[in-house]
């Protein structure tokens, strides 16, 4: 039978032959043009989608495009999409702050109103489903040489017993010598301590009680009244707070030591809200007592969530002072004492152990909180890890829980010098917490060296990576379009569709419940090759379909009507249609990332048994593993192709509880 050209090879074939014509007219133009062409030919097949999947677009309309900083998926399949001021220092000034709610069901949006500016905050997710949203932005940086008055950090003095005092922004500190600086925010300082000390005398005999107050203290930024040297100074000195009188001009003062012209980095806010998904708007909850700009936000085992380091209200980083959120009281309390530089990737562990990999987000010097480790947070021991390839290139760098959890291997991928600097690896590292000795070892390397790298836990135990720079922000027109899919069982990558957008600093990638993974958000720092052009934060918002939905949907697994949490025995049955389909089950934490930071997402393997038309999955019961709240539930074919997800809630146990105890005792597989 003879060979018959189908219609559109026909037209592409069409295509190619006037191309021929055009490259004897303008040959470098034309290679190019038919080189695109033959490449969306060539992603546009079945046969390439099916190994390597495929990217489109979202159409977003123009009211509802914003600088996504941070992306958080909700357990209403929603994502929630904040900007804040969106590192835009003319939204800041006017207090235009912006959150999006995007349902990629129907690809519809939602403007949400944002009480605060959440511009670089963490978060955090609950147990009851709601998202912690603690920190962000109270005041732009100014760089070296744009200082035109000078400022820093004031402790206001607190030596009245009595009670607190409270400044409002504006109040003025004047110094012996008459120089007056201004405060940019409120401050409220707490009242003073009142301490007793009880003596004896040689003989035996109780002495009179001596009363001592130890003055409170509280911190602001302060800006001199005037522009100019004449605010300059390097000498420790008391000033006096102009507008108090008597006793509170006596029992209130500033302390400072150095005010100067020298770059003012962002400062952050103590605000701390939650965002009720059913609801869709923010609530108030208390503040946390410092002020954090770049914080981390980690989900303990019982459901409370540990907030660490951040940029504070004067621009200093957090020197250690790190605090416990707990969301049945809506308040904070004070947690262990550690440094870390700002976004800190912190995870969770079996036992309860905190590891940090290294990874972070900048700032803080470079020979300080930098290696990586495993923490304690009840005895506040850390363990120094070793091994790591590059330690020096762990800025901007991803890393997360590999799939299943129960594995206990961590993953560090990419990675740049500190600051501005232009290094960059490719280096993936790996360490097993089940080792005798856990140490770092080098996995296969990224295509190139890779700042700024997506990494996203899909439902059959891959981990797709997308995106990045190979230098900071994306400068030279330095971005990565490239993706590729890491397998843990056989340590090593598989290429990918490459995507259309770059994405560099301030980008962000998530599961979405249907199995595909949307990216959004770039704050490149020029637009050209020769950095003579300042970027354009990319709004667009791109999703890429993994090679698993490109199969036969008719054989896709489905689930069908369930439970919405899981019982008193950690399990939950489903109705389905072909339970003989069902291979795997995978219980996944939805995803909150900001700066290639997600420390929320993981992956645990599910028990299984089959009925004649269900299936139920046995959730193991320890909260290190399975720490509460809502979960997307996958199940998969022996080919990896996953359902579409099902949500369920999994709630804290009280310790000791019959139930607590019962879950203890039984044995589930993958344990």
């Not at 280096?427 to 856990?438: C, G, H, M, Q």
Request: aromatic share 8%.
């Amino acid at each position: 039978m003879a060979y018959r050209p189908s219609k559109k090879l026909k037209k592409t074939a069409l295509g190619a032959g006037a191309v021929v014509v055009l490259v004897g007219l303008n040959a470098p133009a034309a290679l190019s043009f038919a080189e695109d062409r033959y490449h969306s030919y060539k992603i546009g097949q079945g046969s390439y989608k099916i190994q390597y999947g495929s990217w489109s677009m979202v159409g977003m309309p123009r009211e509802f495009r914003v600088n996504a900083m941070h992306a958080a998926l909700l357990h209403t399949g929603k994502v929630l999409l904040i900007a804040g001021s969106g590192n835009n220092q003319k939204n800041f000034d006017k207090g235009t702050f912006d959150t999006i709610l995007w349902d990629p069901s129907n690809d519809t949006f939602k403007k949400i109103p944002t009480p605060e500016d959440f511009f670089c905050a963490g978060h955090s997710q609950l147990p009851d489903g709601r998202l912690l949203v603690a920190g962000g932005t109270a005041r732009y940086e100014v760089l070296d040489g744009k200082v035109t008055r000078a400022g820093g950090g004031m402790r206001v003095k607190n030596e009245n017993p009595d009670k607190p005092v409270h400044l409002k922004k504006g109040t003025v500190f004047r110094s012996p010598s008459g120089v007056e600086y201004v405060a940019r925010f409120d401050v409220t300082v707490p009242k003073a301590k009142r301490e007793f000390d009880i003596g004896y005398s040689k003989s035996g005999r109780m002495l009179p009680w001596k009363t001592t107050v130890k003055a409170a203290e509280a911190r602001v930024f302060v800006e001199a009244a005037v522009d100019g040297p004449g605010g300059l100074t390097t000498q420790a000195a008391q000033y006096e707070v102009v507008g108090l009188t008597g006793k509170d001009a006596d029992d209130v003062y500033g302390l400072a030591e150095r005010i100067s012209v020298d770059k003012q980095d962002f400062q952050g806010i103590k605000a701390a809200y939650e965002f009720d998904p059913r609801a869709e708007k923010y609530i108030p909850v208390d503040p946390m007592a410092d002020a954090r700009w770049y914080p981390t936000l980690v989900t303990l085992q019982d459901g409370r969530v540990l907030a660490v380091s951040g940029l504070n209200d004067v621009g200093d980083v957090v020197p250690g002072d790190n605090e416990i959120y707990d969301p049945r009281t809506k308040k904070w309390t004070k947690g262990p004492f550690r440094y870390f530089p700002t976004y800190p990737a912190l995870f969770l562990t079996k036992g309860g152990k905190l590891l940090y990999t290294g990874s972070n987000a900048g700032y803080g010097p470079a020979e300080k909180g930098r290696e990586p480790g495993l923490w304690d947070i009840k005895t506040n021991k850390f363990t120094k890890l070793d091994g790591l390839t590059d330690p020096d290139q762990l800025e901007t760098s991803s890393s997360l829980l590999l799939p299943p959890a129960q594995d206990q291997r961590l993953m560090v991928l990419g990675g740049g010098g500190v600051g501005e600097s232009r290094k960059a690896t490719a280096r993936t590292s790996i360490i097993d917490l089940k080792a005798a000795e856990p140490v770092f070892k080098d996995g296969p390397r990224l295509p190139q060296g890779t700042r700024y790298l997506s990494s996203v836990i899909l439902p059959d135990d891959s981990v797709f990576t997308t995106g990045g720079a190979s230098d900071y922000r994306g400068r030279g027109a330095t971005d990565i379009h490239k993706a590729q899919f890491y397998w843990p069982k056989t340590n090593s990558f598989l290429a990918a569709a490459a995507p259309s957008v770059g994405r560099n600093y301030h980008s962000e990638a998530l599961l979405l419940p249907d199995g595909r993974v949307a990216t959004f958000g770039s704050d490149p720092l020029f637009a050209d090759k020769d950095n003579t052009k300042l970027g354009k934060f990319d709004t667009r918002l791109e999703v890429y379909t993994p090679p698993y939905l490109h199969r036969d949907p008719q054989l896709r697994p489905r689930l069908g009507a369930g439970p919405q949490e899981v019982d008193q025995n950690g399990r939950a049955t489903f109705r389905t249609d072909r339970p003989d389909r069902i291979e795997r089950a995978r219980l996944m934490r939805p995803s909150a990332v900001t700066h290639t930071t997600d420390v929320e997402q993981r992956s645990i393997e599910l028990g299984v048994s089959k009925g004649t038309d269900s299936v139920t999955v046995d959730v193991p019961a320890d909260p290190s593993l399975v720490p509460p709240g809502w979960y997307m539930l996958f199940v998969t074919d022996a080919d990896g192709t996953p359902s579409e997800a099902k949500w369920i809630q999994v709630k804290a146990k009280p310790a000791g509880s019959d139930t607590d105890n019962r879950n203890k005792a039984r044995l589930r597989p993958g344990l």
